[in-house]
């Protein structure tokens, strides 16, 4: 393992995911440096895509979009390509990137499914219905789940779907979380049907006089969620134990986001939701009983109606 590799990795993680790196903690040495690696990578890609550095924009929106666009994404396949061909790989968060598909043998389709996901936000894809929105969160967040549990060495396609569903749940809170902000960007994942039935226009989402009915339509996201949180709980069972206490920890400080998003109503994008590390501490200890609980259980079977990723 190449420890400069990890430390860059390790650097990412503390800067662009807090919530992420305080469960990322609990795994075990080898698992957690893949699992951070796997995100750095992640990251990168974002970024790569949105012309940022963490998150945070260093080009002006509209360099965004087009040609430009296209051409990075374009790039990040081919590296993805190479990478999976064995070639040597300069940049960093390749070559970590690479480390990890090789040492827990993740198949080239999930990378390239991420790359589609974000393909969705360069071609400003409209989404119309519920299940567009349950799409692209699989292709930016349901395969990341996907891939962490082959690092966590699952490979059972019914506990995929499972860590795919917690990928949903995620990618649903976040949305709930960043509307405004996303808007900024010119981007709403929010279903066109369900803004329509709000009296909302398509071009307004971010007006402060929207907010009212633009909270019940967080809180719609946020129970939906619910069932995918449920489903990805009865995963656990089947991670080793350090993992499943760092997934459900993971579980718990993402689900709580949303329920404060619902909380604040309105007021939900006054400033960014996050949690306390008093908060943090509370998550975790609930985390260590869940995965404890979790040992031995055989878990209810996957609701037939929640959305079913590709196979």
Not at 94 to 107: G, K, L, N, S, T
Not at 114 to 123: I, K, N, P, R
Not at 229 to 244: I, Q
Not at 253 to 272: N, Q, T
Request: aromatic fraction near 8%; proline fraction near 5%; include cysteine.
């Amino acid at each position: 393992m190449n420890e400069t590799l990890a430390a860059h990795a390790d650097r990412t993680i503390q800067a662009g995911s807090k919530s992420f790196a305080t469960a990322a903690k609990l795994f075990d040495l080898a698992t957690r440096r893949s699992a951070v690696m796997l995100y750095a990578w992640c990251r990168h890609c974002d970024d790569v895509v949105d012309g940022q550095s963490l998150g945070f924009a260093d080009e002006p929106s509209d360099a965004r979009h087009g040609m430009e666009g296209r051409q990075r994404l374009a790039e990040l396949r081919d590296l993805t390509r190479r990478a999976y061909a064995g070639e040597a790989m300069s940049e960093p968060a390749f070559a970590a990137f690479q480390d990890v598909i090789q040492r827990h043998a993740i198949p080239e389709r999930y990378p390239l499914e991420h790359l589609a996901g974000f393909a969705m936000d360069v071609d400003e894809t409209r989404y119309v219905s519920f299940d567009d929105t349950l799409r692209y969160c699989y292709g930016v967040a349901g395969v990341v789940g996907i891939m962490m549990a082959h690092i966590m060495g699952v490979k059972e396609e019914a506990t995929l779907d499972r860590a795919c569903d917690l990928g949903l749940a995620f990618q649903l809170t976040n949305i709930a979380r960043d509307i405004v902000e996303d808007a900024g960007m010119n981007r709403c994942y929010l279903p066109a049907e369900w803004l329509r039935e709000a009296g909302i226009p398509e071009g307004e989402v971010a007006d402060p006089a929207h907010r009212p009915a633009l909270a019940r339509l967080a809180a719609r996201l946020v129970d939906a969620a619910e069932p995918y949180y449920a489903s990805a709980r009865g995963g656990l069972s089947a991670l080793p134990l350090r993992s499943a206490w760092a997934i459900a920890t993971a579980h718990g400080v993402y689900r709580e986001i949303g329920i404060k998003v619902k909380r604040r109503g309105p007021h939900a994008w006054d400033r960014r939701v996050s949690t306390g590390k008093a908060e943090k501490v509370r998550l975790l200890a609930q985390g260590a009983r869940m995965a404890v609980t979790s040992r031995g259980e055989t878990p209810a079977p996957r609701p037939a109606s929640l959305w079913q990723r590709p196979r």
